[in-house]
């Protein structure tokens, strides 16, 4: 969710320039949102962030365009779940935000954003990786690909479905080396940087609290960004928020201070 806050006034007593913008938006594995119990717990996270883009994955969903409207937002992209499962959708407010569909895919929605009014635009990926390790191979090499054809600023979030490092899991079973060396390549070969967090450690959790030999806890919901995106935001942070409804937690990214105005040129794959 991208929320635009707008400058704080000089009385406020800021030394910010009267263009400088705050931002947030959040991504969020909701594990399913159509139940009234979800659709509480994110409307009451829009009023508090005001958000002017949300995107929200593994939705169960059939269609988007009415969670859309109770969650006030005007403009969707989507990918649909099929049966039981999948389902990404991507909102935002055109008023802050333009954005132009570029690929759509069952593991994630990538598209061209601009925030108003001067920003320069940058791809945003919404990653929602698959379970199963051949379907994550194939989303590695696509990610892969398009890094060998962007020339612009590339913000890429979401749920990985694996974690990078020992210490990103607790409990269970060892990390997998071989299937964590496929993740690690992917983002060396991508020349993407962890944007690091705050808040909460793991981001994603079996719920089996009672019994903490039974437990896992993992950081599988990340972000990342190339180098020329970190320069056009390089106060970016990462928030962890409380985790509520789902077993993920929600990321929220704020982008702090004015933009760096240098010309980005448009993608396409």
């Known amino acids: 969710m991208l929320g635009l806050q707008g400058p704080k006034s000089p009385q406020e007593g800021t030394h910010q320039s009267p263009t400088t913008l705050m931002l947030n938006y959040i991504i969020w594995n909701i594990r399913g949102g159509n139940n009234a119990e979800f659709k509480q717990h994110c409307l009451e996270m829009v009023k508090m962030h005001k958000p002017a883009m949300l995107v929200l994955i593994e939705t169960k969903m059939a269609d988007h365009q009415s969670l859309a409207q109770q969650l006030q937002f005007d403009m969707i992209i989507q990918f649909l779940a099929v049966g039981p499962s999948g389902g990404i959708v991507f909102m935002w407010k055109k008023e802050f935000v333009?954005?132009?569909?570029?690929?759509?895919?069952?593991?994630?929605?990538h598209a061209m954003v601009k925030v108003s009014p001067d920003h320069p635009p940058w791809l945003f990926s919404a990653i929602y990786a698959s379970n199963l390790?051949?379907?994550?191979?194939?989303?590695?090499?696509?990610?892969?690909?398009?890094?060998?054809?962007?020339?612009?600023?590339?913000?890429i979030g979401g749920d990985f479905n694996e974690v990078l490092k020992a210490r990103d899991k607790f409990g269970?079973?060892?990390?997998?080396?071989?299937?964590n060396n496929l993740f690690w390549n992917c983002i060396n070969e991508c020349n993407l940087i962890d944007l690091g967090y705050k808040g909460s450690k793991y981001t994603w959790t079996n719920k089996r609290y009672s019994n903490k030999t039974s437990l896992i806890l993992e950081r599988i919901d990340r972000s990342f960004a190339n180098e020329g995106w970190i320069e056009q935001y390089p106060e970016a942070t990462v928030l962890h928020l409380p985790r509520t409804h789902s077993d993920?937690?929600?990321?929220?990214?704020?982008l702090v201070g004015p933009p760096n105005n240098k010309p980005s040129r448009p993608f396409r794959f």
């Open 133 to 155: 390790l051949e379907n994550r191979k194939f989303l590695w090499e696509y990610l892969i690909t398009i890094s060998k054809n962007i020339k612009t600023n590339w913000f």
């Open 248 to 254: 993920h937690c929600p990321l929220q990214i704020n």
């Open 172 to 179: 269970g079973n060892p990390i997998n080396l071989s299937r």
């Open 98 to 109: 333009a954005v132009e569909k570029v690929e759509t895919t069952p593991q994630g929605i």
